[in-house]
């Protein structure tokens, strides 16, 4: 089982990056797949799910601005993200869980793409 993000990089404040993580090893289209973030010196945090079925859900730090969205097909998560922030730096994580709702309840994490955000 693994999942593998990409599409980190650095930006200024107010630009745009979209995240991608790819599943392979086990169904993702059945689990509750999130991103978290880490930023620097911080304990990780939820930004965002995405489970069939439920409401998508969003941190209100990132509501309005981030999108999450899934295509089973291609067993890919995204993250698109806009109006982009110094306090959006931070590794982000790809998750899945099979537990939905938030996805807290992680059984496989990717090893994270890191997003710089310079004022």
């Known amino acids: 089982e693994e999942l593998v993000e990409s599409g980190g990089g650095s930006v200024q404040a107010g630009g745009s990056l979209r995240l991608s993580c790819v599943a392979s090893?086990?169904?993702?289209?059945?689990?509750?797949m999130g991103w978290f973030r880490q930023p620097p010196g911080k304990e990780r945090e939820w930004v965002a799910s995405?489970?069939?079925?439920?409401?998508?859900l969003y941190a209100d730090s990132v509501k309005g601005r981030f999108a999450i969205s899934r295509d089973n097909a291609k067993k890919t998560l995204y993250l698109k993200m806009d109006s982009l922030k110094p306090d959006d730096t931070a590794m982000y994580y790809c998750?899945?869980?099979?537990?939905?709702?938030?996805?807290?309840?992680?059984?496989?994490w990717g090893q994270g793409t890191q997003v710089t955000v310079s004022s």
């Open positions: 995405i489970d069939s079925g439920r409401p998508i």
């Open positions: 090893g086990f169904t993702a289209s059945r689990y509750c």
């Open positions: 998750a899945a869980s099979r537990v939905g709702g938030d996805c807290s309840n992680v059984d496989y």
